[in-house]
């Protein structure tokens, strides 16, 4: 029923103005606001097979970079959005390219329904 649901939002999903985000392919189980030079929340629990978010709030251009070279959103314009689905338990730091004071974590565990992604 839950993969229903998500096949249904594919259907009605409008066409985002171009941006270097990839294309979502799930809701996203969170999302991490990009605001004032921070990650919001800096650090985040999800499960394998989750999708993450990142919107850009800020009127800054930022990325989503993580440090083992996992994913990288690119430089994300102002207002833009990206979004990642992690397919593998582990910890993931990442890090704005451009202020690279700016800093957050991505904890992935393991889904405790056992599911396959
Ligand atoms: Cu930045």
Redesign the pocket.
Known sequence: MFLSVLTGLGLLATPWAATAASKPTNSPALTVH?KD?KYAPKTAKVRVGDTVAFAND?D????VTVTDGTFDSRELKEKARFSHTFTKAGTYNYY?????Q?KGTIVVETSKKGAVQ
């Open positions: 990009i030079y800020d800054e251009t930022h990325t704005c390219k451009i202020h690279t700016m």
